[in-house]
């Protein structure tokens, strides 16, 4: 036994909407490996995020905010429709997204610089928005 170790494993389950194509940011390559406690469900529209808001338990959702391909704030109001709890996380690449984004009820934001993400800290918003500190058995 090491000291300090924790008994518990965290698990969370992030919802990740995001384009496809070219010019898509490729969030769940770049979250995929950053944290053995993330599984990441990744989906390329609202409709296919409905269904596995449906049919999986989700600790926080991440979406990329980029219109025309993915409105982040459509899928913001349909994930609050069937879960108003549930801790949301809008990629955007410009302040005046940001600002926006956060005025509809958006738990935070992240930036996109060039289409990439600071891993790290994203994952770290992701533990602290799912409230990793309670273990799920």
């Known amino acids: 036994f ?9 698990q969370i389950d992030v919802l990740l909407v995001e384009p496809t194509g070219e010019d898509a940011p490729g969030l769940g390559e770049q ?12 989906v390329t529209d609202v409709g ?6 449906r049919d999986t ?21 349909a994930i609050r429709e ?6 949301v996380l809008l990629a ?11 005025d509809t009820g958006a738990t935070d934001v992240v930036s996109l610089i060039d289409g990439r993400i600071d ?12 409230g990793a500190s309670s273990p799920r058995f």
């Open 2 to 10: 090491l000291a300090g170790a924790s008994l518990f494993y965290y």
């Open 31 to 42: 979250l995929a490996g950053a944290n053995e406690s993330l599984t990441i469900h990744s």
């Open 48 to 53: 296919r995020a409905r269904a596995v808001l």
């Open 57 to 77: 338990v989700i600790d926080c959702a991440v979406c990329v905010h980029d219109p025309p391909s993915i409105d982040g704030l459509e899928v913001l109001s």
């Open 82 to 87: 069937r879960t108003p709890e549930l801790p």
């Open 92 to 102: 955007v690449d410009t302040e005046r997204s940001a600002r926006s984004v956060l």
């Open 119 to 130: 891993r790290d800290v994203v994952t770290n918003r992701i533990e602290n928005a799912a």
